[in-house]
């Protein structure tokens, strides 16, 4: 069994900037939304997997693995504007594969790859790994379809291996690139934004009833003051009893506070090597 378990908690704050909307806008929306035509087709019945990947439920993702290591994706959000998901090393901005479409007001999809280098607007990619399969926009959502391969060997791209895939999810409400786009400063500033992690092989997660037997083992940071930076790593230590049989793990899950949810970015456990159990450690 493991002998240390290492966590680490990310405390990510986040501050967020709204644009005040006017009441001339506010009418302009309600009309288009009672023009509104439904989706031509119900994207549950074709895809193997769906999720939102947001709490708010705005922003959905929909995957089938496909024959010869292809991904289908379908991507869905309460937008007139561009929709991006993105696939990270470390469910941040830098070194990311970005995939984003829009519809235009003329009705036709548009889809490009994209990366980035930093935590500045994803660049466009010279080698389009891309596919587009459709688009469309209506009840005031955007959803762009496409198919992309697994593994690339295009350096601007991130394979997407066996377990836990870390995403990036982003759109603007209303505004969409012009066709013509392929400048970082084409794309404006998204209006929602967040993270989630998924693993597109087996898909969500079904909630299962535990068995009686099972004992839980709580590792909670003691007393942290949450600092000023905008990210903060807090390394734990924590040396598991001396079992006599084999346990497995069945189940783990966070446990934060009430109220400070909006700080804690994401949680790892490690299994760690019995020396770092030390006193000077």
């Known amino acids: 069994f493991f002998s240390v378990v290492t966590t680490f908690l990310l405390l990510h704050l ?23 035509v439904s989706f ?16 708010d439920q705005l922003f959905k993702l929909y995957w089938t693995n496909l024959a010869d290591d292809v991904i289908e994706f379908g991507m869905e959000a309460a937008a007139t504007g561009w929709i991006a998901v993105g696939f990270s090393p470390r469910a941040q901005m830098p070194n990311s594969d970005i995939a984003i479409g829009w519809v235009d007001d003329d009705g036709n999809a548009y889809l490009q790859d994209r990366y980035t280098e930093d935590r500045t607007a994803p660049l466009y990619d010279a080698q389009q790994n891309l596919t587009l399969i459709e688009g469309e926009e209506a009840d005031g959502k ?8 697994k593994y690339s060997c295009d350096p601007h791209d991130l394979s ?12 603007h409400e209303t505004q969409d690139p012009t066709s013509e786009c392929f ?11 967040g993270t989630q992690s998924i693993n597109l092989d087996t898909g969500v997660a079904e909630e299962i009833e535990l068995e009686s037997d099972v004992q839980p083992f709580d590792v909670l940071m003691d007393s942290v003051q949450v600092p000023s ?39 790892i456990l490690f299994d760690c090597p019995e020396v770092l159990a030390t006193a000077e450690h």
């Open 142 to 149: 955007t959803r762009i379809r496409f198919k992309r391969p």
């Open 229 to 267: 930076h905008h990210t903060t790593y807090w390394c734990k230590l924590v040396e598991l009893p001396v079992f006599t049989e084999t346990q497995h793990i069945v189940k783990f899950e966070m446990v934060i506070q009430e109220g400070h949810e909006a700080l804690v970015h994401h949680v």
């Open 160 to 171: 997407l291996s066996q377990g836990t895939s870390r995403l990036l999810w982003a759109f």
């Open 40 to 55: 031509s087709t119900d994207w549950s019945a074709d895809f193997d997997h769906e999720t939102y990947i947001d709490e």
């Open 183 to 193: 400048e970082g400063a084409s794309i404006a500033y998204h209006t929602h934004k």
């Open 14 to 36: 986040q501050s967020f900037d709204r644009e005040a909307m006017n009441k001339s806008v506010l009418l302009c929306s309600v009309a288009l939304i009672q023009f509104a």
